[in-house]
């Protein structure tokens, strides 16, 4: 319940932190006054509709998903192309309704849109990010996350997510291996997968994490399938700890490449 | 004289085929392991077969089939790894409570024993702790098992060695030993501070003074710790076929090695390569080679090796 009345929240609140932003920009530029020569309803109405289409826009680069961090680069560049697609959207829409374009009026408060909705729409995801963030961990966690196997990659893991207050909530660790450890990080080490179904069920968990026993991923997956839990996979389980992965597409397969970085061909390789 | 299997333990190693069964419970060339101990033993013997709670269930479905109407199953309260009393704690407790004063034949029972029990039931001498001891062959093969080094008679144990580096012979212990009912209190008494260690007792014994016999057995033996022995024992009993359980179809199929279809199991169009499939599975379009299927998994059109899939598993390419 939670996690949706949240992210209802935070689908309208962008919305009206777009419309509010080119308000914003049209004030800076024209003055705070109703001008009119240009006047403020036509532009705001413009503004309304191109809003939820912005939204759609900015949705398909999965800035609201439950994995997404919102302090990234990447996550920046993504509101960034998102916002340039909304001014786009917004200069097209109000030269089709309105038959004139911004030439006669200001092309610089564009540029003002373009920049307050960048920057304005990435501060608030960093600001709602850490409201979400406290939310979701608050007791009973929203998104209760098993940890299976104990290795140096999972400690690690167990800390950035409780350090980061990450939604994906670790409230138990199974190990294969049968580690003498009692816990990691307060999250309790209950025993070997013998416990999984009893663990999954007791502490409602949501989200399983494989992070050791690869022989063991076809038994967590089918454990996980059966009770709709979301299930993730450790890149080192494969041996792959440069963090240098990346999951692709290769004609409609997912797979995962790990491959000679070289720069400047990022968008070749 | 009456027997003793244990079968508390909880086969971690296993999961996830003991997910819900405990080892002597599992399949071995289309019947239970435990039966095939007890079609082994004299039909008179009292036998006692020593579970956790967290099996009791599956254990209580084996007895409703009725097979084995005289065999008592006593439950010791654990229902974690961490919690259980340990084999000879098990044994011990046992003992004391129902104030037994006869010799105990001690199985374990997750071991498959290709000897006659009655034939090493018939070696006993009265009053001495007696040991079967497989003959591996070859003494750098024992290096992962207990050891018994024989005194020079050939009939005593002169000493045990765990897991030696440089085995001083090719006799490895078995699961399967004689308790002489006037030494049960020495092992009541070493089980309070050895409660896990069921070979240790042995030892206790020549600590003690008291001579251990031992007999040597040749043909097959096996330890069913892991899925590497339990695919090894399947393929000593089974031989290069295909053993088909009641209502189980193998049709169109290439097999190669030993292949176990359980009741109600049925595969099409696959080729399968030492396999062991529980109940009522469906297998469709599949290469399985060295692969474990529990009860109810349905795989299609894909390729697996070395697994173990637990009950219910359902893998089909779309």
């Known amino acids: 319940m939670r996690p949706r009345v949240l992210l209802l929240l935070w689908l309208a609140t962008d919305l009206a932190f777009f419309a509010g932003l080119y308000a914003l920009a049209y004030f800076i530029r024209v003055g705070f006054v109703l001008s009119t020569n240009f006047p403020f309803l036509p532009f705001l109405t413009t503004a309304l509709v191109v809003a939820p289409v912005w939204l759609l826009v900015l949705g398909t680069t999965r800035t609201f998903a439950l994995t997404r961090n919102q302090r990234t680069m990447r996550n920046a560049a993504y509101i960034t192309y998102a916002a340039l697609v909304g001014v786009a959207l917004f200069t097209l829409a109000f030269y089709f309704r309105f038959k004139t374009s911004f030439q006669g009026v200001s092309r610089l408060l564009l540029l003002e849109a373009f920049a307050l909705t960048a920057g304005g729409i990435w501060l608030w995801h960093l600001i709602f990010d850490v409201i979400r963030r406290m939310i979701l961990r608050r007791s009973p966690p929203s998104f209760p996350t098993l940890i299976v196997g104990l ?6 893991l167990i800390a950035q997510l409780n350090g980061h207050l990450n939604p994906l909530t670790p409230v138990a660790i199974l190990d ?8 990691v990080h307060g999250v309790p080490v209950l025993g070997k997968l013998d416990r999984l179904e009893e663990t999954l069920v007791h502490k409602r968990i949501t989200h399983v994490i494989q992070c050791s026993n690869l022989e063991q991923s076809l038994n967590l997956l089918s454990a996980c399938r059966r009770r709709g839990i979301t299930y993730m996979l450790l890149p080192s389980v494969l041996g792959i700890v440069e963090r240098d992965e990346r999951v692709e597409s290769l004609e409609g397969h997912a797979v995962t490449v790990v491959g000679p970085e070289i720069r400047g061909r990022w968008f070749f390789r | ?9 909880f086969a971690t190693r296993l999961w996830p085929l003991t997910e819900k069964r405990a080892k002597p419970l599992l399949p071995l060339a289309g019947r239970p392991l435990i039966d095939h101990l007890l079609g082994q033993l004299p039909a008179d013997l009292s036998v006692t077969v020593s579970i ?12 409703a089939q009725g097979k084995h109407p005289h065999v008592e199953i006593v439950v ?4 974690r790894d961490t919690e259980k009393l340990g084999a000879l704690g098990a044994v011990a407790q046992w003992i004391t409570q129902r104030s037994i004063t006869e010799d105990v ?5 997750d ?8 034939e090493f039931l018939g070696q006993y001498t009265p009053g001495l702790p007696l ?3 497989h003959d591996i062959g070859d003494p750098g093969r024992a290096q992962s098992f207990g050891t018994i080094v024989p005194a020079p008679d050939g009939r005593h144990v002169a000493a045990f060695e765990e897991k030696p580096v440089h085995p001083k012979s090719s006799l490895v212990s078995t699961g399967l030993s004689i308790l002489p009912a006037v030494h049960l209190p020495a092992v009541v008494e070493y089980a309070q501070s050895k409660p896990d260690n069921v070979g240790g007792i042995f030892e206790e014994f020549l600590r003690r003074g008291i001579p251990v016999e031992f007999r040597a057995f040749r043909e097959p033996w096996f330890d069913i710790g892991s899925f590497d022995a339990y695919l090894e024992a399947t393929r000593a009993l089974v031989g290069d076929r295909v053993l088909l359980g009641h209502e189980a179809a193998c049709a169109e199929t290439k097999t190669e090695g030993s292949v176990v279809l359980g009741n109600h199991s049925v595969v099409r169009h696959s080729t399968l390569r030492n396999v062991i499939l529980f109940e009522h599975c469906s297998v469709e379009d599949c290469v399985l080679t060295d692969c474990i299927l529990d009860d109810h998994c349905s795989l299609r059109g894909i390729d697996l090796s070395a697994q173990m899939l637990r009950e219910g598993t359902i893998l089909e390419r779309k």
């Open chain 2, 76 to 79: 010791e309260q654990s229902r």
């Open chain 2, 111 to 118: 071991n498959f024993f290709g000897f006659s029990i009655q």
């Open chain 2, 52 to 63: 956790n709670a967290a099996f009791e269930k599956s254990f209580e479905h084996w007895k």
């Open chain 2, 131 to 133: 040991l079967a001891a």
């Open chain 2, 1 to 9: 004289m009456r027997a003793f299997i244990l079968a508390g333990g």
């Open chain 2, 105 to 109: 034949l001690l199985l374990t029972g």
């Open chain 1, 176 to 183: 294969g291996q049968g580690t003498k450890e009692t816990e």
């Open chain 1, 151 to 156: 290795t140096r990659e999972s400690k690690s």
